[in-house]
């Protein structure tokens, strides 16, 4: 005979987590293993509904998992001001952009929709390998991946390419910057 908590467990687990994202500042320092659930019940973004230019954050490490509460004060100073990284610009109707890095755009990026590496469903994902683009490894060798998981706000992993398998390096997330 199962006991009530063993029931509560079984039916929790037949449910999907659903979270309501505020404001992408909101999930900086949040658990990989949360956003990767967020993530998860999330749609491919659409860079029109993020606009031209959307503000970036460093959401988390995905080494540092296992000391996350150790490191989660690093992930916020590092997610402030301190972070060169500013976002994205897409351009060619959101075919593809570049990265916003201490004011300067670097770092081309085709952007398609594909599958994920994480779970097979589709995402936006910006690949920075092409040829044409000259960038260096490792940039080369990475992948973003986004959904969109609020209004104007997507979250996804950064991949690595090593070895022949892809690894997540951190999350990260985009939100759409509405003019003043």
Same mark, same amino acid.
């Given at each position: 005979?199962n006991t $009530?908590?063993?029931?509560? %467990?079984?039916?929790a687990?037949?449910?999907? /987590?659903?979270?309501?994202?505020?404001?992408?500042?909101?999930?900086?320092?949040? &658990?990989?293993?949360?956003?990767? $659930?967020?993530?998860a019940?999330?749609?491919?973004?659409?860079p029109?509904?993020?606009?031209? %230019?959307?503000?970036g954050?460093?959401?988390?490490?995905?080494?540092?998992a296992g000391?996350?509460?150790?490191?989660?004060?690093?992930?916020?100073? /590092?997610?402030?001001?301190?972070m060169?990284?500013?976002?994205?610009?897409?351009? &060619?109707g959101?075919?593809?952009?570049?990265?916003?890095?201490?004011?300067?755009?670097?770092?081309?990026?085709k952007? $398609?929709?594909?599958?994920?590496?994480l779970?097979?469903?589709?995402?936006l994902?910006?690949?920075?390998?092409?040829?044409?683009?000259?960038?260096?490894?490792?940039?080369?060798? /990475?992948?973003?991946?986004?959904?969109?998981?609020?209004?104007?706000?997507?979250?996804?992993?950064?991949? /690595?390419?090593? $070895?022949?398998?892809? &690894?997540?390096?951190?999350?990260?997330?985009?939100?759409?910057?509405?003019?003043?």
């Open positions: 005979m $009530q908590s063993e029931q509560n %467990a079984g039916a687990a037949g449910r999907r /987590l659903s979270t309501q994202v505020i404001s992408l500042d909101s999930l900086i320092g949040a &658990h990989p293993d949360a956003l990767r $659930q967020m993530y019940t999330g749609t491919p973004a659409d029109a509904e993020l606009g031209d %230019a959307p503000r954050r460093l959401l988390a490490l995905q080494p540092t000391v996350h509460l150790a490191t989660r004060p690093l992930i916020r100073a /590092l997610a402030s001001s301190w060169p990284w500013k976002g994205n610009e897409f351009d &060619h959101g075919n593809s952009g570049t990265n916003v890095v201490a004011g300067s755009k670097v770092c081309r990026f952007a $398609q929709l594909v599958p994920s590496e779970d097979g469903e589709p995402t994902a910006l690949t920075y390998g092409e040829k044409a683009f000259g960038n260096p490894w490792p940039v080369s060798a /990475l992948k973003d991946e986004l959904r969109t998981v609020s209004t104007g706000v997507a979250i996804g992993p950064v991949l /690595l390419k090593w $070895q022949d398998r892809w &690894h997540v390096v951190l999350w990260f997330g985009l939100a759409r910057v509405d003019p003043q």
